[in-house]
């Protein structure tokens, strides 16, 4: 059903990291021209950098940097907003204790120990950054995420290697054979359950296909509001391979959503025309999970695999702004 006249589109977009960020700033630019109620459903299995060694070192709840990323994506305009949002995203340099942590991990530590509420803690430095949206976790504690990769083991080319965590899985050479989180089932953030429920469009994409988009597939609470979701469904594909994917072609991308939830259906599939290469395979891929492929330029004019925020707004108005 399409949003009432007068109300605003409510969208949920998945994913982490710089392709959630991608993704939210996206929305941001589209907003210009359309009322969007975004909301941010974020991947908590990050193990690496800051984060991984605030969870190693303090014994963290949740790690915070994907968090980070997108309250940052979501700051508002105004120039206290953004320097505060700058100011989030600032790491420390040398070689001591704090070297490599980003101001807003360290802050957003404090507010979840101080206020003993992850999603409290995130709507407080939402409020400081100036947010244009919500930013949820995926779960309430954090996950592990593990990958059987076909070849991990350069001792052992043939091989199928179980890698375990999100920055082993991220840089593991080789195929991957297949992904899960641990527990397989956590406890999930009752408020993301209740904005899937609540959505207009459900976003998937950009980012790192198996340690950030999959993972909410692969979280049952969430894919089971998913598929009960009235919500309509749109797929971003990145613009090339990462090395966690090395062997995918884009076709694969679009399958690799069916193996690990075989009843999801998509109504669009967003691509750009030049990274997309031979366009038929990919089309079939989309038109066998329900949907339709549109062709968009969505990447940074530099001719670096990396999405534009104002192209894919761009892209994203008459998509989101289609009535059902």
Known sequence: MAPAAGSATR????????????????????????????TAIVTVGDDGGSSGR?????????????????????????????????????????????????VGNLLLLGLIEMLSDPVVALEHAAAMVGAQGR????????????ADVLGADPERPGAVVTV??????????????????????PPTCSQAIDAIRAADWLMFGPGSWYTSVLPHLLTPGLAEAIIASPARRLVTLNLATDNETHG?????????????????????????????????????????????????????????????????????????????
């Open 11 to 38: 969208v949920v977009a998945f994913g982490g990291g710089h392709g959630l960020g991608a993704a939210l700033r996206g929305l941001r630019h589209a907003g210009r021209e359309l009322d969007l109620d975004i």
């Open 54 to 102: 605030l969870l190693a070192e303090r014994d963290a709840l949740l790690p915070v940097g994907d968090l980070r990323q997108a309250l940052a994506a979501l700051a508002g305009d105004d120039p206290v907003e953004q320097r505060t949002a700058k100011l989030f995203q600032h790491r420390f340099a040398g070689d001591d204790s704090l070297a490599g942590h980003a």
């Open 135 to 146: 930013v949820l976790p995926m779960a309430r504690h954090a996950v592990g995420i593990e």
């Open 164 to 185: 375990r965590g999100q920055h082993a899985v991220a840089v593991a050479l080789g195929h991957v054979e297949a992904v899960r989180i641990e527990p397989a089932d």
């Open 248 to 324: 995918l072609s884009v076709a694969d991308h679009l399958a690799a959503l069916g193996w690990y939830l075989p009843a999801l259906r998509v109504d669009t599939v967003l691509a750009d025309a030049k990274w997309v290469g031979e366009p038929e395979p990919v089309h079939r891929a989309a038109e066998s999970m329900g949907a339709r492929l549109v062709l968009a330029p969505l990447a940074v004019a530099d001719g670096s695999p990396r999405h534009d925020p104002e192209s894919l707004g761009v892209a994203l108005v008459p998509v989101l702004g289609a009535a059902r």
